[in-house]
C-alpha cells in the first residue's frame, strides 16, 4: 500500500474520531486528496476532498460533520469525525492524486491506495 490509513475505531452515535493519512511509498508533494468510505452492501463513495491544499469539498452526508486537512510538512491527511451516525460506518480510505484516480481508477478507488481504516457507529 502507497498510503496508510488509521485511526479508525468503534464508537457510539454522537461520538467523534479522526483518521490519518500517511504515505507508505508515495511520493508527497502537496497532492490532491481525499477521503472515501465504503458501508456493509453500499458502493464506494466520496466524503471529503482537498484540492490545491485548500479548497474542500464534502458530501452533504457529512457536511457541518467533518472536517478534511492536510498538513504537507508531516505529510498527513486527516479527516476529523465528529456528532457520527451508523449509517457513517464503513471502511475509510484515503486517495491521493485525486484527479487522476478518478478518471483512471473509477469503480474500484476505494482500496487503491490504501488498506482503508474500520469505522464502527453503534446506535
Known amino acids: 500500500a502507497q498510503l496508510v490509513e488509521s485511526g479508525g475505531g468503534s464508537v457510539q452515535a454522537g461520538g467523534s474520531l479522526k483518521l490519518s493519512c500517511t504515505a507508505s511509498?508515495?511520493?508527497?508533494?502537496?497532492?490532491?486528496m481525499g477521503w472515501y468510505r465504503q458501508g456493509p452492501g453500499h458502493e464506494c463513495e466520496r466524503v471529503a476532498a482537498i484540492v490545491n491544499a485548500a479548497s474542500t469539498y464534502y458530501a452533504d452526508s457529512v457536511k457541518g460533520r467533518f472536517t478534511v486537512s492536510q498538513d504537507n510538512a508531516k505529510k498527513i491527511l486527516y479527516l476529523d469525525m465528529n456528532d457520527l451516525k451508523p449509517e457513517d460506518t464503513g471502511v475509510y480510505y484515503c486517495?491521493?492524486?485525486?484527479?487522476?484516480?478518478?478518471?483512471?481508477?473509477?469503480?474500484?478507488?476505494?482500496?487503491?491506495w490504501g488498506q482503508g481504516t474500520q469505522v464502527t457507529v453503534s446506535s
Open positions: 486517495v491521493a492524486d485525486l484527479l487522476d484516480t478518478v478518471r483512471y481508477v473509477g469503480n474500484s478507488i476505494c482500496g487503491y
Open positions: 511509498t508515495f511520493k508527497w508533494d502537496a497532492p490532491d
